[in-house]
């Protein structure tokens, strides 16, 4: 990361207020600052070391951070941990009920899918202990034909959940249905475990991966056990792909998580049923350390094939939104148990986390089993291409016949064509002579190098 541009405005600003400084040590001045020259000299001295303190600081968690550090420290004040008594009002109530002696057993409340558009269907499965519902699973289902999944890494971490939502519009072909927190961020916000991006690979080069990986590639979209597997040839050629740990469900159908441990968070996970479904969860609540969570879900008559667990605490947001159904989730919890002593993660304002890893789940281009490329003209593709960046639209004007994307409808009227890119957010309008056209093109013309 280039520390430039931050060093720049430090030290314009230490200029800055050194001249405000020496402005009021002026004899201009001078009947401001009572007590003669000593005291003008010992209030400048005591500003420009505490500018001079504050300067070191910002560059040691910029040097150690990055920008992620020092958004962290302007969102909430930054984050540290706190010994609290087991029962302490301070845990909710879920991780008090966690944190007896004797764990409750819990077992799945009653409930049922519910579609919510085709290829999306939503479950809530309360966690039941002694009668009463004490925690909450959010249930998200999707048939991986209609919906593509997308591991987006934003290492600034400038975005909470509102902000991801503000930056990846809902609606129509391509709209982002969902959006959850995704594996484990370093320092610096950038992926701490390998990741691909949109065809990007992110994250570490050299990583031992024993556990699982989410993987989206020409042949589908498939949560897989590592066990025995080199992660770089299940990368290979994916389009997306997020390494996390540690593995809840393996291959064999059974528990995978090999140490047991009480921490307690806010809990997500991504899972494959053995109808080649991808359900993305979250708990409402910190109930559940990793074993538990593993074989609540065993028994929750999910028939998953795998499942794999991804980052949790605060970070661990949640928003779907789809035609009428929304939900948004906001995550506070986290606390590690270790020889009887709780710890609970905590920041000095009460605000939503930045969230620099997500995985977002969004409808398909190419619906109702048409192609995923069909060739058009170069004349078709150009109208469309003068909304796009000039790289896209450069690429079609190159070669006589380009792919295009193919929409769900045949025929789209440009006077209600809308551009968008699949990886942004902007959708400028179609106008001009192009409006009174009718062409065979998708919302999104992108040119194949």
Not at 66 to 77: P, Q
Not at 182 to 196: H, I, N, Q, R, W
Not at 360 to 365: D, G, M, P, Q, S
Request: one cysteine or more.
């Amino acid at each position: 990361m280039d520390s430039g541009p931050f060093v720049a405005s430090l030290t314009a600003q230490f200029l800055h207020i050194s001249d405000i400084v020496q402005a009021g040590t002026s004899d201009k001045f001078r009947g401001y600052w009572p007590g003669g020259n000593s005291l003008r000299k010992t209030i400048s001295i005591v500003v420009i070391l505490s500018l001079l303190v504050l300067i070191s600081g910002a560059w040691f968690v910029w040097q150690r951070n990055g920008a992620y550090g020092l958004n962290v420290l302007l969102r909430r004040g930054g984050s540290y941990w706190i010994n609290v008594a087991a029962d302490d009002a301070r845990l909710s109530p879920a991780m008090r009920l966690a944190l007896q002696p004797a764990i409750p057993e819990v077992v799945a409340g009653e409930s049922a899918w519910k579609d919510v558009e085709p290829g999306f269907e939503v479950r809530e499965i309360p966690v039941v202990a002694g009668g009463q519902a004490i925690d909450r699973l959010y249930l998200n289902r999707f048939d991986p034909a209609r919906f593509r999944f997308v591991a987006r890494n934003e290492p600034g971490g400038t975005k909470d959940i509102d902000q991801w939502e503000a930056a990846l519009h809902p609606e129509g072909p391509g709209g982002t249905v969902l959006i959850v927190n995704g594996s484990y961020f370093g320092l610096k916000g950038e992926a701490d475990t390998p990741l691909v991006s949109m065809g990007e690979r992110l994250g570490p080069r050299d990583y031992d991966a024993k556990a699982g990986v989410w993987v989206a590639n020409a042949s589908g979209t498939h949560v897989v056990d590592l066990s025995g597997r080199d992660w770089r040839a299940v990368l290979d050629g994916a389009e997306n792909a997020m390494v996390s740990y540690p593995l809840l469900i393996g291959q064999d159908g059974g528990n995978a998580v090999r140490a047991k441990s009480n921490w307690l968070a806010n809990r997500t996970f991504i899972a494959e049923d053995r109808q080649g479904r991808i359900i993305v969860g979250s708990t409402k609540d910190a109930f559940f350390s990793l074993d538990r969570l593993a074989t609540f879900l065993l028994n929750a008559g999910l028939d998953l094939k795998t499942a794999l667990n991804l980052d949790g605490g605060p970070v661990a947001g949640l928003s779907v939104r789809s035609g009428s159904y929304n939900l948004k989730h906001y995550a506070w919890w986290e606390a590690q148990v270790a020889d009887g002593k709780v710890s609970l993660l905590q920041a000095p304002r009460d605000v939503p986390w930045g969230m620099p890893v997500v995985l977002t789940v969004e409808r398909r281009w190419n619906l109702a089993g048409q192609p995923r490329f069909a060739f058009r003209p170069r004349a078709a593709c150009s109208i469309a291409a003068r909304s796009l960046p000039s790289r896209s639209s450069s690429s079609c004007a190159s070669s006589p016949e380009m792919p295009v994307r193919m929409a769900s409808a045949s025929t789209v009227s440009t006077s209600a064509l809308s551009i968008s890119r699949v990886s942004g957010s902007a959708s400028p309008a179609v106008s001009g002579k192009a409006a009174s056209r009718s062409i065979s093109i998708s919302a999104c013309c992108q040119c194949r190098s």
